[in-house]
């Protein structure tokens, strides 16, 4: 009966700890919390779910629209002769199809404070991403309206094997070799994505585009504010119809535009740079 009791005192203790952990784990390290809102927001606001859905269900009006006009594209890498392509839409993947948020939660908890290398491999490889709300009935309609998708990544040629399977695993549709275009599989892929789009609209008229970077949509806007906002301006009119934007407060190209075109130096310096942008 004693060494039951003791057993039960000491069950108790590890629980004790072991809540104290779990808690421990939920906060930030000290320092690290530039992304808290964004990430809060993102995972547990009806207003992110509904930016996306909104999205999306305008994505499915527009798509129905634009088959009706043979002479719609949204690409500016399309070539003459369009007209007669069979039709597709481009998307990005991470904050347009995949919800990515728990990894930067994870980098903030470990103390990180940022993307690495390892920690994105790490997530990639675990397949655990699930839908951004709303694209899975985009893309089963567009699926039913015989239109293709292509996701334009700026995931890794390695990691293309497991990016298909997460997609699969949340049922998208076109989730395979041939519509996961990542960045390096071909000698003339950078990450700069105009040269994918391309490649697709020779072949495809490209109905809408669809992300949550203005790199997804054009080139030349990894550079300062005033040039991104320059490379735009002529293409208003494409936003809300032809181009269709993914609400992601977390990261992108906007923040090194921020830092005059080019990634910070140091976590402090990019904090530096974006205290100074303010009023």
């Not at 790199?215 to 936003?239: C, K, M, Q, W």
């Not at 809300?240 to 977390?250: D, E, K, Q, S, V």
């Not at 535009?257 to 910070?264: L, N, T």
Request: aromatic share 8%.
């Amino acid at each position: 009966m004693i060494r039951l009791c003791l057993l039960l005192v000491w069950l108790h203790s590890m629980l004790l700890g072991q809540n104290a952990l779990n808690r421990n784990a939920c906060a930030p390290a000290p320092g690290n919390h530039e992304n808290l809102n964004a990430l809060l927001w993102m995972q547990s606001s009806i207003e992110y779910r509904h930016n996306a859905t909104q999205a999306y269900r305008l994505a499915e009006k527009m798509l129905l629209e634009a088959l009706r006009d043979p002479d719609w594209t949204a690409a500016l890498e399309q070539s003459p002769g369009y007209q007669n392509l069979p039709p597709a839409v481009i998307l990005d993947i991470d904050e347009t199809v995949l919800d990515n948020s728990p990894s930067e939660a994870e980098y903030m908890q470990r103390g990180t404070g940022a993307f690495t290398e390892a920690g994105w491999e790490e997530w990639v490889n675990r397949t655990a991403a699930k839908p951004i709300p709303g694209a899975v009935d985009f893309l089963q309609l567009a699926e039913a309206k015989g239109v293709e998708a292509f996701y334009v990544t700026n995931r890794e040629r390695s990691q293309e094997a497991k990016t298909i399977e997460n997609l699969r695993a949340v049922g998208l549709p076109f989730a395979d070799e041939d519509h996961v275009l990542t960045t390096g599989e071909m000698p003339d892929w950078p990450s700069e994505k105009a040269s994918r789009r391309r490649y697709v609209a020779n072949r495809y008229r490209i109905l809408l585009l669809i992300g949550d970077d203005a790199g997804d949509f054009l080139a030349g806007v990894r550079s300062n504010l005033a040039t991104r906002e320059a490379a735009i301006a002529p293409h208003e009119s494409y936003l809300g119809t032809r181009w269709i934007i993914l609400p992601n407060p977390a990261y992108g190209s906007w923040e090194r535009a921020i830092s005059g075109g080019r990634p910070a130096p140091t976590r402090e310096a990019g904090l530096k740079d974006k205290c100074a942008l303010l009023p």
